[in-house]
């Protein structure tokens, strides 16, 4: 008996020790500090294998090696010039393939006969490889700055096209036809309230599309680059220096990050003023 006239004294504690843990991992700093906590783990375990002697310095460098060589590129005036060019290049062929994939996906999206004709060839071309496209975009675009940005333009343009087309496709119909009702007809009404009602799934579309941009890089950086981190990566691993091959995937990684949570920041931002 008196075990059930505690249960409800028991369950508001319970619930009052949970609400700070909660307010605890919305804090920003909070939240930030826990995502470095991964990847300290991962340099101790990377720096402790080196020194243990597990790898050869050619098969896994230790950090402090890595480290050297970023100060050698920077020293040398390379390493901000390699970085520079491929942010550029992922953010040119990013802004043209995520805005032809929002277009696209518009059109499919709201109108039935442009899906039944479009869909299943966007969607065959969808599944062909990246490096698939690398010697028809030589022939076509020979080997300058327009067939490396088509090519990270061609990875943005189908995460964007796919998430838009789904999401318009899948807004209430309730919700339209009472726009209907008040008037609100053709680029009216996608302005005010389809593309509203859709504005989450854009911005997952862009976040994926950038994070395919940057994959497609280094396939972009295969047609005979001579700076960039995708021609670093290649340059090191055809010369066995696998400090400056390291050091290219952690510039990807960071500046990746880097980049998904600027546009995450663009998100909050576009959600609070539109959704």
Avoid: C
């Amino acid at each position: 008996m008196s075990s059930v006239l505690k249960t409800p004294a028991s369950a508001s504690a319970g619930a009052g020790n949970t609400a700070p843990a909660g307010t605890i991992l919305t804090s920003r700093w909070t939240r930030a500090g826990l995502g470095l906590v991964v990847p300290a783990l991962v340099l101790a375990a990377w720096q402790i294998t080196t020194a243990a002697g597990i790898f050869s310095p050619v098969q896994l460098p230790s950090p402090s090696a890595v480290y050297t060589a970023a100060v050698d590129l920077i020293g040398r005036g390379q390493l901000g010039l390699h970085v520079a060019i491929s942010t550029q290049r992922v953010l040119v062929g990013f802004a043209i393939g995520a805005l032809l994939g929002l277009a696209l996906g518009a059109v499919l999206g709201l109108s039935r006969l442009a899906e039944v004709l479009l869909g299943p060839m966007i969607g065959a071309l969808r599944a062909v490889p990246s490096l698939a496209w690398v010697p028809l975009l030589i022939l076509w675009l020979k080997i300058g700055e327009d067939s490396k940005i088509t090519l990270i333009a061609i990875g943005a343009f189908f995460p964007v096209f796919t998430t838009v087309s789904l999401a318009l496709r899948h807004v209430d119909r309730n919700l339209v036809e009472a726009a209907r009702a008040f008037g609100l007809n053709g680029l009216k009404l996608l302005r005010t309230v389809q593309l509203p009602a859709v504005v989450p799934a854009v911005f997952s579309g862009l976040r994926l599309a950038l994070a395919q941009a940057w994959l497609f890089l280094v396939a972009a950086e295969l047609i005979a680059s001579s700076m960039g981190l995708g021609f670093l990566l290649i340059d090191s691993q055809n010369n066995g220096r696998t400090d400056r091959l390291l050091l290219a995937i952690v510039l990807l990684a960071v500046i990746g990050k880097i980049t998904d949570a600027l546009l995450g920041l663009a998100e909050k931002w576009a959600v609070a003023k539109w959704a």
